[in-house]
């Protein structure tokens, strides 16, 4: 037997999404010290072996070859876009690993290899196209990077949208990391559209240029902002918070949120990384996987794949963001959808937030879509 519990991690710390996907890794490591303070599980400690892929997706690809084939490792936590975890599936599927996979996503996916603690579309966009309508109008441009998750969720988004009397004004879509002359294109298509509101799937660094530009446009950005389900506090850091003020963020977790579990995560959080680490909804998702891996561990014993993800049904977590626990006949995680509106102070205000914890539905079986989702 093992003297630990190996386990790989794989997130970008460069390329396109070097700020989220940092978030994710300071997260992760900050639950795997916690657990390994603690005694680790069932006296072993955890012994991460983590690499970089640097946002390339045939960098995920062989680094879970390797991980799966030659670092002895069966548990993997990371990827981060669609494209990343899509090109890794087949490879820890063929090899029977399990990854834990952070990040919201299009949905419409299942596999016994995967758990999925990240937001599903029914626990951000529904409740999003409501706000978007009740608070800003019905005329909405859609701006995305060119990939699957965008153009997923835009047409989820559309068809929302239009079901309750809203009106899709432009719909662009970008490369995943445009120049400056293309995101200026985009920029000119927004302004002309004068849309209500832009609803934004553009990523990283793209979308980082698209909300330096809308600044700069003096667009009035408490009637018509930018409303999203990505940006988080790390990128309106990096952006300004004087150039966000205004804009929408759909997330289960948001910094502000209050409980004191939340509170003792932004505090251990910043004290172990010297402020160079957020609390957002990418270290926030990270972090409680972790856990929810740590107690799956003790229940299962083993890291063998059905245990293990059988055992992870089983258990639930008090998180930052509220109480998190799996749904067993989809594999994702139930969890509380909020809205914030940034504010001068890099934070979002909660502008609404669910009193009941929302079963996850990647399959968007069970909604009808023109009925009001946006209520306690």
């Not at 940092?22 to 006296?43: Q, R, W």
């Not at 990240?118 to 309508?133: K, R, S, V, Y």
């Amino acid at each position: 037997m093992s003297a630990t519990w190996r386990i790989g991690i794989l997130f970008s710390r460069s390329g396109i999404t070097a700020v989220t996907e940092s978030e994710h890794f300071f997260g992760t490591a900050l639950a795997i010290e916690e657990i390994n303070a603690g005694g680790g599980v069932l006296g072993r400690q955890i012994e991460p072996i983590a690499y970089d892929p640097a946002g390339d997706p045939e960098g995920y690809r062989s680094l879970a070859r390797k991980l799966l084939t030659e670092d002895d490792v069966n548990v993997i936590f990371g990827c981060s876009m669609s494209g990343s975890r899509k090109a890794a599936l087949p490879i820890v599927e063929r090899h029977n690993g399990l990854l834990w996979y952070p990040s919201i996503y299009e949905g419409f996916e299942y596999s016994e290899n995967v758990l999925y603690t990240g937001a599903t579309l029914n626990q951000n966009t529904f409740a999003l196209a409501d706000f978007i309508m009740q608070n800003y109008g019905p005329r909405i441009f859609m701006a995305g990077s060119d990939y699957i998750y965008p153009h997923e969720s835009n047409r989820v988004m559309r068809d929302l949208l239009e079901c309750k009397g809203g009106e899709i004004v432009g719909e662009q879509y970008v490369p995943l990391d445009a120049d400056e002359r293309t995101m200026r294109r985009l920029m000119k298509e927004i302004e002309k559209a004068e849309a209500d509101a832009v609803f934004s799937t553009v990523i990283g660094r793209s979308a980082q240029k698209l909300y330096g530009m809308y600044a700069d446009a003096g667009i009035d950005r408490e009637k018509r902002p930018i409303a999203s389900l990505t940006l988080a506090e790390s990128e309106i850091r990096v952006i300004g918070p004087e150039r966000c003020t205004g804009h929408v963020l759909s997330a289960p977790y948001l910094a502000t949120v209050e409980n004191d579990e939340n509170h003792r995560f932004i505090r251990a959080l910043t004290a172990r990384f010297d402020g160079n680490a957020m609390a957002t909804m990418w270290s926030q998702t990270a972090y409680a996987q972790i856990h929810l891996f740590a107690r799956a561990l003790e229940l299962a014993e083993t890291l063998d794949t059905h245990r293990l993800g059988q055992a992870a049904l089983a258990v639930d977590y008090m998180s930052p963001e509220g109480r998190l626990h799996f749904d067993p006949e989809n594999r994702h995680v139930w969890s509380t959808p909020r809205i914030g509106v940034a504010n001068a102070r890099g934070q979002f205000d909660i502008a609404w937030e669910s009193q009941v914890q929302i079963r996850p539905d990647p399959y968007l079986a069970s909604i009808r879509f023109e009925e009001p989702l946006l209520q306690s």
